[in-house]
């Protein structure tokens, strides 16, 4: 689903994997070797060269060309190139110029395609539906981050606000939570808090006053948050040690990409409506 103003046709990249998978079994020892390498490798591939992907691949580097140009791609150019216009990556990579990622930083960027991967793995738990049914079924959603993730939840404010109705940022600084003078309904609300090391103290008492006005709570969060199980059912832990000088937030990022996906999913609104109403808006004010 792509409602956003950028919007790209399929790919060819997804018609050369497709070739690819169907072909496999057909292929010579060593091409097969080299296609399967870049099978399971799609995500980081782009990083590599004919050659780092030979040696680990145990062919010779001619090999490479050979596979991908039986399947209509004249070379690693041509392929990272598919690459970025799937992925709607505009610009050249350190990897066009025969750049090949350091070792180190090749097992950074692993550790942080890991933290994406669990946050994926979990949908569908009992946290997961929880939070998206809370935020498909309330009337209202107020979303709240502080100290280093607080632009964050800004961000998530934002674009939940595209996916469906009533979505505002929380701040209980500025506002002294006059937003909450009156309660709600029981589960006509909905917060949707985003905390991480080290954990703010306005967030657990903010969820535990939302909780006891009948507001169901939502929390993203890191490994190690030791509050947000007491307080709700809907907690997503996205790990942040990933090896970084400050604590990774790509998980974060990736939990709460999910949760307005479903939240856009979810509401009975016509969303493609809502969202040609969003861009009448915004090209009315001049901004693009």
């Known amino acids: 689903m792509s409602h956003g103003f950028a919007s790209y046709a399929e790919a060819p990249i997804d018609e050369f994997v497709s070739k690819v998978e169907q072909g496999l079994h057909a292929l010579p020892k060593q091409e097969a070797k080299v296609a399967q390498y870049f099978l399971l490798n799609l995500n980081s591939v782009s990083f590599e060269t004919g050659k780092s992907i030979a040696q680990k691949a145990g062919v010779a580097e001619i090999t490479v060309g050979r596979m991908l140009r039986r399947f209509g791609c004249a070379g690693m150019k041509e392929f990272k190139a598919m690459l970025r216009h799937r992925y709607s990556v505009t610009g050249a990579s350190i990897a066009d110029d025969g750049f090949e990622l350091p070792e180190d930083w090749q097992e950074q960027m692993n550790a942080e395609?890991?933290?994406?991967?669990?946050?994926?793995?979990?949908?569908?738990?009992?946290?997961?539906?929880?939070?998206?049914?809370?935020?498909?079924?309330?009337?209202?959603?107020?979303?709240?981050?502080?100290?280093?993730?607080?632009?964050?939840?800004?961000?998530?404010?934002?674009?939940?606000?595209?996916?469906?109705?009533?979505?505002?940022?929380?701040?209980?600084?500025?506002?002294?939570?006059?937003?909450?003078?009156?309660?709600?309904?029981?589960?006509?609300?909905?917060?949707?808090?985003?905390?991480?090391?080290?954990?703010?103290?306005?967030?657990?008492?903010?969820?535990?006053?939302?909780?006891?006005?009948?507001?169901?709570?939502?929390?993203?969060?890191?490994?190690?948050?030791?509050?947000?199980?007491?307080?709700?059912?809907?907690?997503?832990?996205?790990?942040?040690?990933?090896?970084?000088?400050?604590?990774?937030?790509?998980?974060?990022?990736?939990?709460?990409?999910?949760?307005?996906?479903?939240?856009?999913?979810?509401?009975?609104?016509?969303?493609?409506?809502?969202m040609r109403d969003w861009k009448r808006l915004a090209q009315s004010i001049g901004i693009f």
């Open 113 to 274: 395609l890991r933290a994406v991967s669990t946050v994926y793995s979990r949908i569908g738990t009992p946290a997961f539906r929880a939070a998206e049914r809370y935020l498909t079924e309330a009337e209202e959603v107020y979303v709240t981050g502080f100290q280093t993730v607080r632009g964050l939840a800004e961000d998530v404010a934002r674009r939940l606000a595209l996916a469906r109705a009533r979505v505002r940022f929380l701040s209980g600084h500025d506002s002294m939570l006059s937003e909450w003078l009156d309660p709600p309904a029981p589960g006509s609300s909905c917060l949707l808090i985003i905390d991480v090391i080290p954990y703010a103290a306005e967030c657990e008492t903010i969820a535990r006053l939302a909780r006891d006005q009948g507001r169901s709570v939502v929390v993203v969060t890191d490994e190690y948050c030791h509050w947000a199980q007491e307080v709700t059912d809907a907690v997503i832990n996205a790990p942040s040690k990933t090896g970084l000088f400050l604590e990774s937030i790509l998980g974060l990022n990736a939990a709460t990409s999910l949760l307005v996906h479903m939240a856009a999913n979810g509401r009975s609104a016509d969303i493609d409506e809502r």
